[in-house]
């Protein structure tokens, strides 16, 4: 009888591990992040070379985490005393349940709140409605209970079974249990080469987002990061982006500067002068101008680009309402949001603020004080984004969002960040409340949101005005970037149509009050690989519309947003006129992806292109265009210290409340 063969169980537990374990992380981290495809708001790999870096650094990733995860729970078998098989069974159930625990929970957490938001940014985001998502992220997450009741019997039968079967097992096998030198070279080898590979893969944009989604690009970038932070200040050499000063806690990657105290705080372009001073908003009067108070209509659009205006389709105009109403007063080519995402957006025009201020004075508060009545009608759950003391909705005469109409709406979710209701449900309210108050003798200042053209830019209630066959969710993907840009743009024509409707109710509310129309963002259709906003500050993502109809002045471009409310201010009360675009080329506006405090991308886009800083990989580039000729260093310096001296604003404002 020839005697049983000796298996190392410790190098194929592992190998079988880290396979079965990347292709569920690869599944997972597709269908939630969109990574490997582009989905909406994901940077996604291209190319053979990428993907085959994300898989071969992603197993070595996770067979470091394994390692550990392993380890730890052989330790814990021992204190158990199980035995032998048992024991093995125990400590692989174990290293395999809980990553996978982590990407169930942190894909339902995407699904709930979209790609931009995950695990890391939840745990470290804390107020406001930040915290009431995240607890409905776990309420919303009940799979996360159900997956821990399984792994607990998942565990205890697998420790059952292997119980069952060692007898069989010893008679044809000898398995070798790893032993502690052999978990600890394994720990040891993986987390350097991990550390390393996590370390190079730092400038590459998509593999780095993709392998922070694994759970052991997390956990190794943690390691790197705390071992690394000798001065304890949060940032390590291994950090992205990286402690310049490791050893002096008040320099850091996002440490506020101090103007003129001779130390580069954040390792960027040198001190803050103490003299500097950036362009501010536009300033809005301390008193508007005596005469006039007519009504005013404001239309804010959501992710309307601003190039579709005047766009033609084959032989049709896109927006032919608005392409008239810019013919009848005046348009720009150069209004940009400050950070292309709805809810700065909407707080720096309402404010006039790059730095929104909770409880700040608003547009309402300046319409109110002149006698007008406010009244305030939003498709979407403008709750998001802490609107509700950014904008002060909550201080207008009549307040309609789409949390009223929940049972309308045309999103799949009533999540907060997700839920809206048609534009024909938000003009039917707003027709019931000018009916209402049509014999108010008060000037009115009506805000109106549509939001129909937002992704997945169609549902039910849309028409087919271009003649376009939509795309479906499922084929909304790069290789169908055309097709799906289409069915954005025939959304688009619904929006413009609208529009047309609610000036035909205004004008005969008012008689021809004037009015405004602008956007929160643009979109991006895989331009630059990437379909969204909010993570880029090109053309295509931060260019919105704004056509002005019954307002006079010069109106300097470029604009921001946030420059809107001193223009307002200034012209709506002046002798009737018709606007004047102006280029000047003194002005620039200021932009920034993320947190003021910590963003991913700061720029300056002045009236001939945008200087861009990237902070995460520390380079400088042209907003627009990756591949042109990086800013010159008096242009960068201007660009980083105007982020400086905001956050410096943000600060000491917080500071002082």
Known sequence: ?????????????????????????????????????????????????????????????????????????????????????????????????????????????????????GIGVLLQLAGGEVSDAAVEAITEAPGAALLLAAAFVGTSLAVHWAGRAAPRLRARAVLLPPTGRGLAFAIGATGVLGAAALLGSARNEGLARGLEHKASGRLVGLLVRVATDFDFDGYGMGSRPPDLAPFD???????????????????????????????????????????????????????????????????????????????????????????????????????????????????????????????????????????????GYGRADRFYDARADQGRRTSRTTMPVSLQVSSAVVLEHVRAYLAETASDPRPLFLYVNLVDNHYPYQHEGLERLLGVEPVSRSEIRPENAQRVFETYLQAVANVDRAVGGLIQMWEGHTGGAPLLVTADHGQA?????????????????????????????????????????????????EAPGRARFELDPTRSVFQFVGPLEQPALVALRGATGAAAFELATASARDADDSAATPPAAPVLARVLWTWEYWQAQSAAFVASR
């Open 249 to 391: 806690p008040a320099r850091h990657p996002y440490a506020r500067e101090v103007a003129g105290n001779g130390i580069d705080e954040n390792g960027v372009a040198g001190d803050l002068p103490l003299d500097f001073r950036p362009l501010p908003p536009f300033p809005a009067p301390e008193r508007p101008a005596a005469g006039r108070r007519p009504s005013f209509l404001l239309i804010f659009l959501e992710s309307f680009r601003g190039d579709v205006v005047g766009l033609r389709f084959g032989d049709r105009e896109v927006t032919p309402v608005l392409n008239a109403l810019a013919r009848a007063g005046a348009s720009s080519e150069r209004a940009y949001a400050h950070n292309p995402l709805t809810s700065p957006s909407r707080a720096a025009l309402f404010q006039g603020s790059i730095v929104p201020r909770g409880g700040g004075r608003s547009l309402i508060d300046d319409f109110h004080d002149l006698g007008y009545r406010v009244a305030y009608f939003s498709g979407q759950n403008d709750l998001h984004g802490n609107s509700d003391v950014l904008v």
């Open 525 to 573: 259709f895989y331009e630059a690989g990437m379909l969204g906003h909010g993570q880029a500050i090109d053309e295509t993502q931060s260019r919105v519309p704004l056509i002005v109809d019954g307002i006079g002045g010069v109106w300097p471009e470029p604009l921001g947003l946030y420059d809107v409310r001193g223009l307002l201010l200034t012209h709506l009360f």
């Open 1 to 117: 009888m020839s005697e049983p063969r000796r298996v190392a169980t410790g190098p194929v537990l592992l190998l079988a591990g880290v396979l079965a374990l990347g292709a569920a992380d690869a599944f997972l981290v597709a269908i939630s992040t969109g990574i490997f495809g582009g989905a909406y708001n994901a940077p996604a790999l291209r190319g053979f070379g990428s993907l085959a870096a994300f898989a071969l650094l992603g197993m070595l990733l996770d067979a470091f985490l394994l390692a550990v995860l392993f380890a730890g729970a052989w330790w814990l078998g021992r204190l158990l005393r199980l035995t032998d098989v048992r024991r093995i069974a125990f400590a692989a159930a174990i290293a395999g349940f809980l990553p996978l625990a982590f990407f169930v929970v942190s894909h339902q957490i995407h699904r709930i709140f979209g790609h931009v938001v």
